[in-house]
């Protein structure tokens, strides 16, 4: 991760001393984002203009970046991406699912336009997806539960019963059962994405029935709030670094960080090879990284960090065989490794999960 | 302390220059507002009211996001005039669109039915049905509609999201929450090659001016404003107020469904979580900009329309926070009702009283 971060930094800083005076006398490449929540959600959508703000920084007079927040996943977000198009952005990212359909009529109207949809899966020659393998996180998440729990039991606040969820309770049970096989996991589905007094809620229910350990893939702090009201309890943030709202219960966090993706794609626009893809980096690639391992003992945090090593050099692969699901057929052979568009229509619970699966 | 009294005789001439009094009024402030944030004004207020006039694909935009709020803006104008607080039309919007989702991704193509008028009553019916919840309530119970129709609108988002995450989700979409596409004949024929505009522009204008015509030309609509105006008298008159209640909340919800309809078979294609919805919230602004007249209703959804576009463009031309664009429709709204308070209203100092 470091080495391509200093290549990156590298390449750009060479292609400023080399191109310095064409690139002034260039107009400045035009970027534009558009975003399904306001800047300040702390969330989803800061992350992505953490992201932008960070193409600023790497670029300075060479680009120009705008944005459009709180564009709302209807009928809105077409007018606004064309709108972005005529006005001379040239490279535009769509930054939640919901946008896919406008971002896919968009993109054909305007074929010398680029643009990148996060999450999707549609694609054309001027359209590109991306997202994150943030169950590689999730991973070792279960590591440390599965070293920190007494009870045996994790509480898991899901959001919704998509594979994305899905990949990511059983990477996280996986984890778990790599240190601690006779650990259980429960599901508990808050039906949103972002509702904190649903999500404490769900957290509290869990701890009720004995959980000492909460994961949560849902967006606001609560559930880590309420593992640090319950004094001993123990919790994982969520997107961002949230050790603010629960000093000593936070163990680590998954920070979503799209700066390496976004400084990368910019880079290729500008060098002109630029092309459509489908990008799905995890923790090598930088997309995916862990806030600082704390409240825990030193033992357990070695082994946070050897997981992170082995995971982000190839040498563990989260979803290699044998994997059975929890009604006994088994998913992936031994010696095999799950392929992606397995993973992208996961519908199975691996066994240890425990909790409703609708069809 | 300020007090109002009213107006013995309300000024005519006023009245009718009211609303260009308040747009002057805020493209003043707005001018200070933005001569405040560091921009040119003139090049602000230019974005703001001109950017969406600039070409025939923008100058259609603002007829697609005026359709939704004048379809529903006029139907609350009939239902506020007759003292019915229909709060939940963005509810029934979302019925409407589920109506129409079930006509369209159900009927087979080589059906008979198989035509776009269908999604289109099965919305307009739906969102009727929905509306009826809280007549029913508030006619055999006395409950306060306001409440219903707004507690109906979250369960019809939550149905909307179970449909769409559950049973009538499309199997090859990797899980996510959506159904197929619509097939083609249940897409609202488009108007204009090359925009989104589409047939609702027409059942738009018809309806207000239909209702217009309603509202000042039949016994309907006399009672209907009898009602809402002088309860008693409408008593007397032998009016039925029960009648009354039904049909203005049938005949918003029935609008605010077509609505829906029209924009999931029109901008959107399918349904989803979100599919707009919130324009029933607006329309409630766009019936009282309007004056609670269905045709300028119509005029009111064309403000709004112009003003939500140029809000998104002030973000993308002027690189203007989202918050500013709301800081500015709320000023033009906050100018067009204090001006009409004023037509009507004269404001007086008054010597504080003791307690």
Not at chain 1, 76 to 100: N, P, Y
Not at chain 2, 80 to 86: C, D, E, G, Q, S
Not at chain 2, 126 to 141: F, Q, S
Not at chain 2, 181 to 207: C, Q
Request: with cysteine; aromatic share 8%.
């Amino acid at each position: 991760m470091i080495l391509r971060r200093s290549l990156l930094i590298g390449a750009a800083a060479l292609a400023m001393a080399s191109g310095a005076p064409a690139a002034f006398a260039e107009e400045p490449l035009k970027i534009g984002f558009i975003y399904v929540g306001p800047i300040g959600d702390f969330g989803w959508s800061y992350q992505h203009d953490q992201g932008r703000l960070a193409l600023e920084k790497e670029f300075g007079d060479r680009v120009q970046t705008t944005y459009v927040e709180s564009v709302p996943e209807g009928p809105d977000a077409e007018r606004v991406l064309r709108q972005l198009a005529t006005s001379g952005h040239k490279l535009i990212f769509a930054t939640s699912f919901g946008f896919m359909d406008a971002t896919a009529k968009v993109a054909k109207a305007f074929p010398d336009v680029k643009f990148e949809h996060a999450t999707g899966y549609t694609r054309a020659d001027n359209l590109a997806t991306y997202s994150g393998r943030f169950e590689e996180g999730r991973y070792i998440l279960g590591v440390i539960a599965g070293k920190t729990t007494q009870s045996g039991k994790i509480g898991y606040i899901g959001a919704f019963p998509i594979p994305e969820v899905l990949r990511g309770v059983n990477a996280f049970t996986l984890g778990l059962q790599s240190v601690n096989p006779e650990a259980t996991v429960s599901v508990v589905w808050a039906n949103t994405w972002y509702d904190p007094g649903k999500e404490a809620d769900a957290a509290r229910a869990v701890i009720a029935q004995g959980a000492d350990v909460i994961a949560q893939h849902t967006d606001s702090p609560a559930p880590l709030q309420a593992a640090e009201n319950s004094g001993t309890v123990k919790a994982f943030g969520q997107a961002s670094d949230m050790i603010k709202f629960a000093p000593t219960a936070q163990l680590t966090a998954i920070v979503d960080d799209w700066a390496p993706y976004y400084i990368g794609r910019v880079q290729a626009v500008l060098d002109g090879t630029w092309e459509s893809q489908d990008h799905w980096g995890g923790l090598a690639a930088g997309d995916v990284h862990m806030a600082p391992y704390t409240n825990m003992p030193d033992e357990v945090k070695a082994l946070a960090e050897e997981t992170q090593a082995k995971i982000a050099s190839g040498e563990l692969n989260i979803f290699s065989g044998p994997i059975s699901d929890r009604d006994g057929t088994e998913r992936v052979a031994a010696g095999e490794a799950l392929d992606d568009a397995a993973q992208l229509e996961m519908n199975w619970f691996v066994k240890g999960v425990q909790g409703d699966l609708p069809d | 302390m300020i007090r109002l009294e009213p107006r013995a005789a309300p000024s005519k001439l006023m009245a009718t220059l009211s609303p260009l009094i308040a747009i002057l009024l805020t493209l003043i402030a707005g001018a200070l507002l933005f001569a405040a944030l560091g921009q040119n004004p003139w090049r602000a207020l230019r974005v703001y009211f001109l950017s969406p006039f600039d070409d025939a694909y923008m100058r259609a935009e603002v007829l697609v996001k005026a359709v939704p709020l004048a379809l529903m803006g006029a139907g609350l104008a009939v239902c506020f005039r007759a003292n019915v607080w229909n709060i939940g039309a963005a509810g029934q919007f979302t019925l409407g669109a589920i109506g129409a989702g079930a006509a369209a991704l159900f009927i087979p193509a080589e059906s008979p039915f198989a035509m776009l008028a269908v999604p289109l009553i099965a919305g307009a019916l739906c969102g009727m049905a929905w509306a009826a919840v809280p007549a029913a309530l508030r006619t055999r119970l006395g409950v306060n509609e306001i409440l219903v129709s707004l507690m109906l609108t979250y369960v019809a988002a939550l149905l909307l999201d179970w449909l769409v995450r559950g049973p009538w989700r499309n199997p090859r979409g990797f899980g996510f929450p959506q159904t197929n596409a619509f097939p083609d004949w249940a897409h609202a024929p488009i108007l204009v090659e090359g925009t989104r505009l589409h047939v609702g522009a027409f059942l738009a204008v018809a309806a207000a001016l239909g209702l217009g015509l309603m509202m000042s030309r039949t016994l309907r609509g006399l009672r209907l404003r009898v009602t809402g105006g002088a309860p008693r008298a409408a008593r007397f008159a032998g009016f039925s107020a029960a009648g009354d209640v039904w049909f203005a909340l049938l005949l918003s919800g029935g609008l605010a469904g077509l609505a829906g309809a029209l924009e999931a078979t029109s901008t959107v294609g399918r349904l989803q979580p979100e599919i707009g919805a919130q324009a029933g919230f607006t329309a409630i602004i766009v019936a009282f900009l309007g004056r609670l007249n269905p045709i300028g209703a119509l005029l009111g959804a064309l403000v709004l329309a112009v003003s939500a576009i140029g809000g998104e463009n002030a973000q993308i031309l002027l690189n203007l926070p989202k918050n500013v664009a709301g800081v500015f429709q709320g000023m033009l709204l906050f100018f067009l009702l204090a001006c009409d308070a004023l037509i009507n209203y004269r404001p007086r100092l008054v010597a504080r009283r003791r307690a």
